[in-house]
């Protein structure tokens, strides 16, 4: 197949670029790398043939119009974005052209290429702080920034676009929980927890547990989420229609975990610094992944012991 992937560059983009390019699809990556990095698509640019990277910005109007037209994409996964939920918060118009217009310029010009296939990076964020657990699809989205506001209305454009709601284009909107893995970048301070503690234990230094460490979340492999966006971007199930679905484990690991976990790889590290948690956290997080494995055939194959041995020894 052919496939366009906005925000090819980044952490989860260039996974998805070389599952797919694996797989023998051919792909055409925009990214406008402010938050993206060539260096992620290294491997990709290896596969000249089938791989082609282009530097734009897919807020701008006109830009995925006029790489439809050339391309002529069977899918567009649409991973380009304001990733930084404090960023959000600091600069919401900011987070509306990268978050929002973004998205209505992959609606439209998916509508004028008649586009077969929509993915599109959701998140757990529209939910906010759910206290019934494990969240399933149906839990109240009640978002707590305007990161977690512009996924779920990014949903909305995409699902009730009029080439969705008549069922020419299959929209897959994907609410992934905590992903980890090779290549989020562990020198920003909006990572990941598992990042930033990887980058601690490389450095020899002790990481920094914020509260008590009995936190727990649904940390999911980027690897698991390339697979996820390819799955939803290539299957061919018959009846597979417009939707959401979690991209989750359905397991919780606590930060205690995660940390005997890292001393297990680090035996000589120092132990983690306790220090107030933090205003705002939310304690728990856990998705039901029910829905993605009956729609999809999805069901997360990494656990977080063989994901974070990985990544260590890769480092
Ligand atoms: C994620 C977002 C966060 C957002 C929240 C709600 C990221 C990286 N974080 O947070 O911005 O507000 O969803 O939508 O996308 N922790 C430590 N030590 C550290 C770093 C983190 O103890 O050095 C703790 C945090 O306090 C938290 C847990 O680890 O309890 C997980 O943190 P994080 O990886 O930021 O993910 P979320 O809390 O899920």
């Known amino acids: 197949m052919k496939i366009l992937i906005t925000g090819a560059a980044g952490f989860i983009g260039s996974h998805t670029s070389e599952r797919l390019l694996a797989e023998g699809h051919e792909v055409l990556g925009v990214d406008n790398f402010r938050t993206g990095h060539r260096r992620n698509l290294d491997a990709a640019l290896r596969q000249a043939l089938r791989f082609e990277l282009v530097e734009a910005d897919v807020a701008e109007s006109g830009v995925l119009d006029s790489l439809c037209a050339r391309f002529r994409p069977e899918a567009i996964i649409h ?16 987070n509306h052209r990268l978050n929002i217009t973004a998205t209505e310029h992959v609606a439209s010009a998916a509508a004028k290429q008649g586009v077969r296939r929509i993915v599109f990076a959701s998140s757990a964020a529209v939910y906010g702080d ?4 494990p969240i399933d699809e149906a839990a109240p989205k009640q ?9 779920l209305s990014s949903e909305s454009i995409l699902l009730d676009s009029p080439a ?30 598992i990042s930033v503690f990887q980058n601690c234990y490389a450095a020899g230094r002790a990481p920094t547990i914020y509260g008590d460490g009995q936190q727990t979340r649904d940390f999911i492999s980027v690897y698991d989420v390339a697979r996820a966006n390819a799955l939803a971007a290539t299957s061919a199930r018959t009846g597979l229609a417009s939707g959401v679905a979690n991209i989750c484990t359905g397991r919780a690991t606590s930060l205690l975990e995660s940390v005997r976990i890292f001393s297990v790889e680090y035996p000589d590290a120092p132990p983690p610094v306790f220090a107030p948690a933090r205003s705002g956290d939310i304690v728990h997080s856990l998705g039901d992944p029910a829905r993605a494995r009956a729609e999809l ?18 480092a």
């Open 130 to 133: 759910v206290r019934a657990l």
């Open 143 to 151: 978002p707590i920034s305007p990161y977690g506001e512009a996924k």
């Open 164 to 193: 969705a709601v008549a069922g020419d284009c299959v929209v897959r909107c994907q609410r992934y929980f905590n992903v980890f893995g090779p290549r989020q970048d562990p020198a920003s301070p909006y990572s990941g927890v």
């Open 79 to 94: 991973l380009a974005a304001l990733v930084s939920v404090q960023e959000s918060i600091a600069n919401p118009a900011l």
């Open 297 to 314: 055939g999805f069901e997360a194959e990494w656990t977080v012991e063989r994901a974070l041995a990985e990544l260590i020894r890769g």
